[in-house]
């Protein structure tokens, strides 16, 4: 078994603390990663506090794992010992459905825990372990399920990519966003500012909504041609029927129809953000100009990929505040209160 050493929830109320755990031995196809990086996610938190009811302790979170590869299995051909690499969302799926056949392994139609996609943390593999994250100094991942990362980027500022990076990034290339259209960003955090700087990379005109006058600055410095405060009534009456596509990054219950008539006929409005309370909306707004209204979560392995070389060849990396582990626990309050800007990053080399 490999030994590893990581910082896990016990249960939904007490704080992430030191916890000493085995992993599996490398079988066939699978890479063992040391962690250099491992990026904080939203989700760490709702998952960990069991926001979504769903959680199995004790718990070690993280899914933005970059770290470098120490030992493969006898049947591994992407990857030898040294190479850096990156672990995201998911490790593993049925590989037989046709979403996974189409590569587009995280809309796997098995189901989770029977089969079917295997979360990074907190849900049970083919082989019966619970799954634990990048809260700690390895992982041990199939070699499909893993990622190359190229040395030119900052190593820490591409941990996000692994899910806030390509949960922006899918929605916006499946939706063809480029040059000519006029694009909304909903929301500047951790994934808003990364849809912030695919969109402009893309070459869209790209207006970001936001609640806060605050962010007006700093959303024009990452990209933005335009701001609009999503509160003020009449600068939204201004953008009515005038977007090509919306992606919505928000996870916190916000008015959606304002965005939804802000789309002329035929556009689309993307929900990567997953609020917990189900958003209403007046169905007529999308009956009357034909709108479409869709949702999208990470993206395939091959997307992944592409999206980290797309980022070599444009120096595009996550904003970030490192951080060393024992300061989990604050981040977690940080982000809680959209205090960072605009994603913790813990480097797992660092201790305390």
């Known amino acids: 078994m490999t030994q590893s050493q990581g910082w896990a929830a016990q249960n939904a109320t007490t704080p992430l603390a030191p916890y000493s755990f085995t992993r599996r031995d490398p079988q066939a196809h699978d890479v063992v990663v040391d962690i250099d990086y491992c990026g904080v996610c939203h989700s760490d938190i709702h998952s960990t506090r069991n926001e979504w009811k769903n959680a199995i302790y004790p718990m070690v979170p993280g899914h933005e794992i970059i770290g470098h590869v120490t030992a493969i299995g006898s049947a591994v051909t992407k990857f030898k010992v040294g190479d850096l690499v990156g672990v995201g969302v998911i490790v593993d799926s049925c590989r037989t459905c046709s979403s996974c056949k189409a590569g587009e392994e995280q809309y796997c139609e098995v189901g989770m825990t029977t089969g079917g996609i295997t979360l990074t943390y907190g849900a049970y593999d083919k082989y019966g372990e619970l799954t634990q994250g990048g809260y700690s100094t390895n992982i041990v991942a199939d070699e499909h ?4 990362v190229s040395p030119k980027l900052n190593p820490a500022g591409v941990a996000p990519l692994l899910c806030a990076g390509i949960t922006t990034y899918s929605p916006l290339r499946h939706w063809n966003v480029g040059p000519n259209m006029k694009v909304g960003v909903v929301g500047l955090g951790g994934l808003g500012h990364m849809a912030l700087k695919f969109a402009h990379s893309f070459g869209a005109h790209v207006v970001q909504f936001t609640t806060s006058e605050s962010k007006i600055a700093d959303a ?41 008539t802000a789309l002329k006929r035929d556009a689309t409005y993307t929900q990567v953000g997953l609020p917990d309370t189900p958003p209403v909306i007046f169905t007529g707004n999308l009956l009357f100009k034909r709108r479409n209204m869709s949702g999208s979560i990470i993206g395939g392995m091959a ?32 982000v809680v209160k959209a205090d960072v800007k605009y994603r913790f990053v813990i480097d797992m080399k660092a201790g305390k």
């Open 220 to 260: 024009k410095r990452l990209g933005a041609d335009e701001v609009v405060i999503s509160k003020d009534t009449d600068a939204m009456k201004k953008q009515e029927n005038t977007f090509d596509f919306i992606l919505d990054t928000v996870s916190a219950p916000h008015p959606i129809d304002p965005l939804i």
């Open 145 to 148: 399920f893993v990622h190359r």
């Open 303 to 334: 997307e992944t990929q592409e999206m980290l070389d797309y980022c070599a060849e444009k120096g595009i990396t996550s904003d970030i505040e490192m951080i060393g582990i024992g300061q989990i626990n604050e981040a977690f309050e940080r």
